[in-house]
């Protein structure tokens, strides 16, 4: 068995250009594809893919980015959190950046306050370990693929019995807001392609039920952009075969049943919240998780109840990110996209995160090919 | 966040984690959300830290095939 060479095969031109063809060749009618992950929307901007696929085939882009939906109340608990100098505030990626009401993480952390930023939720043991004294709040961020790692980290604390590890829980469900998305009526979606990583954990079994509501075809992808391309094809052919199902195109790694050990991990420490604020889209029902009440010593929407603020707060009003995560708008659609919003200085979400539709579209450009 | 490509395991310890090379680049990785034993030389998925699931490498060369398949059949169809 020879070794794969994942980059260069998943890459490749000719089998792009191939898979381009043939979708070509049997498309029968308008397919508006919702890509629901922000990894995808890279991919296809990265790779220039809406060029080789014929018009009739359409990229509306999703809510899937953990950074984009992120309310600015929930920022300011963060902020909030980080004042005290016994505490240290710890979370992945871009969420540093994402304005607040009135600040950002990063900019708490350049006026001193203890931010840190970590690639993995492991490191939040060790800066524990390291910080005896000060309380670390993780501030957990992500749909149900970082989700697993929130609990391990959860069940190791209660193993080394540390006293001095809080959760901040932001932990979002990918199938609530295409519900909420699909019931809305505003976007006009006729199939997904469901993030491939979010299925290595929950299997593929999660989009059953939006295929059965709403007979819009499901194929779960990787992000490489044969990946992509091979599951429009799939997409393709269910409409011309008269057929509406989930497929997995991302065999490689997705089962249909997903990583059960990881699924019931989540279900030991988690449970499902009445209602979640989604930047841009608003409150959905059941669509995030909390710590089950039982564990509700390490929860720090608890332990810190009395400092923590909760009040809505509405976005920019010149931004349009609650629109494009809706479905209903594209980043040139805004008035400020590229001009008083860019990656440098943000506005809305969407530019912030690396994942976000507009960062795609500044970075990758080709506006008019979009804009046709 | 989404960013994961296959890496291979290089050493593992007793402790649930494991040295993996991502690309040429090695570090640390968590095995505890593994469903299943992984040995030295398999391919696993990585995300933030934490190996996700096992790599079918059969899998991923049938798919690899797949596509093979596709370019030859253009390839002939249009006499390229």
Redesign the interface.
Known sequence: MGKVDFLKDFRDKEKILAISKLIKKEIDRPINVMEVCGGHTHTIMKYGLKQLLPQEIDFIHGPGCPVCIMPKERIDHGIVLCQDEKNILVTLGDMIRVPGSESSLAKERSKGKNVKMVYSPLDVLKIAQENPNKKVIYFAIGFETTTPMTASVIEKVLESKMKNVFFHINHVLVPPPIKAIMESKEAKIDAFIGPSHVSVITGAKIYKDIVDSYKTPVVVAGFEPVDVMESILRIVRQFKEGRREVEIQYTRAVTWEGNVKAQNLIKKYFEVRDEFRWRGIGDIPFSALKIKEEFSFLDAEVVFKDILPNKPIDDHKLCICGDILKGIAKPYDCKVFGKACKPENPLGSCMVSSEGACAAYYKYGNLEVYKQ | ??????SRVEEIFPDETAIVDT?GVKRK??L????EPVDVGDYV?I????A??K??????????KI?EE??KH?EEESGE
């Open positions: 966040m989404c960013l994961s490509i296959p690309m990785v968590s505890h959300l593994l469903p998925l995300h933030v830290g934490y996700i699931t790599m079918n490498e059969e899998d991923a060369l049938e798919s690899l596509y596709i370019v253009l």
